[in-house]
């Protein structure tokens, strides 16, 4: 199926009524409630204040959901993962960026040779290295490959001896990206169409989690960040565009759409996190998102009368070891994980004032830290909207996963 959103009125279901719906389905399963992911999309579209979001399909990892939410009013195109997710997603949409270098021969080569995909897909580069790989397996002739320029947005203090932001592309400096323009443009293989910058540490990092010292931090830092970013790219968007004019200039993520989408540097945002709104995106100040994927497992066994166990569940998020990687219990309400287990890979125990009522059977749901690395351990998303006011499942697509697709 594939989902129309138009068609949705209702902002969200909650997991109480999404729990009646599936009683028949059996865990582990994932659910997304359609109402509260259009809410979020439609939210994000504000906060880009008419400038396009690029999609970002690692967030979603779901091909349905992609095209349902590139239908709206407000999105284009594609930031892909991989390049061999990108040719594979190009079949349908005609604007997919990589977001990372790629060193994959095949897909190289497969892009070279289909006149359609090189015209669809646009690679990521930071080094004259990356350009000289690339033409060591498609050669320096024959039709151009479109590439963009990934600047580094972290901010570097006390002459690089402090970095504060994702370790990302070597290209900091103005002066460093008109250089790789220029070997861009010298070669005959090659058309520079865009820039992107991604500020990871500020779209990334909650600014109101943690401890009062621990926001302010954040908050200084981001303050501090933001406003050395907003004048190197503009300055680098200008260098770069005196050697080659560009068709975009790529920023931002779900927690930065509002402030980035402000520079006027800026011809659009790349965002996705936001649709289904993870646990990570819960320590924003300035974003009102509502939880929109779910996954479900069941309860097997009684270990006290404090505590109720349920079968797996530690679905844990990419990045940095932490409790904030870890899923959270989302209904029914009062329950923890523990310090000493966290979530299991064979079981997750589960304590607070909701274990007492649980047994063999009952359902818990959860939500997962990072938004689309949920789809990487089910096959099938059910979808759940209201129907005339009503919520019903609508439909069940499948993931990546389920279409036999594992790219990262």
């Known amino acids: 199926m594939n989902p129309d959103l138009s068609t949705i009125t209702a902002r969200s279901s909650g997991p109480a009524v999404l ?34 979001i690029r999609l970002a399909s690692k967030s979603v990892r779901c091909r349905e959901l992609t095209r349902a939410v590139l239908a709206m009013p ?37 892009l070279a040779d289909n006149s359609v995909l090189a015209q669809r897909v646009t690679l990521m580069v930071d080094s004259t290295d990356q350009l000289d790989f690339i033409e060591t397996v498609v050669g320096t002739t024959g039709a151009k490959l479109r590439v963009c320029i990934d600047l580094d947005a972290s901010l570097r203090l006390l002459g690089g001896k402090v970095h504060l932001g994702p370790r990302r592309s070597p290209i900091h400096e103005p002066e460093a990206a008109a250089e790789l323009a220029r070997a861009i443009v010298a070669r005959d293989r090659f058309h520079l169409v865009g820039l992107m910058a991604y500020e990871g540490h500020i779209a990334g990092v909650g600014d109101d989690a943690g401890t009062l010292l621990n926001k302010v931090q954040i908050r200084a830092m981001q303050g501090v960040s933001a406003r050395e970013l907003r004048e190197r790219r503009a300055k680098a968007v200008a260098a770069v565009q005196s050697v080659a004019p560009l068709e975009f200039v790529n920023g931002g ?56 166990t349920v079968l797996g569940g530690g679905w844990v998020a990419s990045g940095a070891a932490g409790t904030d990687r870890l899923p959270t219990p989302a209904w029914p309400e009062g329950l923890k994980l523990t310090g000493l287990e966290g979530a299991g890979e064979a079981q997750t125990p589960l304590h607070g004032p909701g274990a007492g009522h649980l047994k063999p059977g009952d359902r818990v749901w959860f939500r997962h830290a990072k938004a689309g690395e949920l789809c990487e351990r089910v096959n099938e998303l059910h979808l759940i909207a209201p129907i005339d006011g009503t919520p019903e499942i609508v439909g069940t697509v499948p993931t990546y996963r389920g279409e036999g697709r594992a790219f990262l």
């Open 253 to 308: 993520g779900t927690g930065s759409i509002a402030a980035t989408a402000s520079e006027d540097a800026i011809t659009e945002v790349a965002a996705g996190s936001g649709l289904y709104c993870p646990t990570l995106f819960d320590g924003y100040r300035h974003l009102t998102l509502d939880p929109a994927a779910f996954y479900v497992t069941s309860v097997v066994r009684r270990p006290s009368a404090d505590f109720a």
């Open 74 to 110: 407000g999105y284009r195109g594609v930031l892909a993962l991989t390049l061999a997710e990108a040719l594979w997603l190009a079949e349908d949409v005609d604007d997919v960026v990589v977001g990372y270098p790629t060193a994959d021969r095949e897909m190289l080569t497969h």
């Open 19 to 52: 729990n009646a719906l599936t009683e028949h389905l059996e865990p582990p399963f994932a659910v997304v409630d359609l109402g509260a992911l259009k809410s979020n999309a439609g939210a994000m579209v504000v906060s880009a204040a008419g400038k396009p």
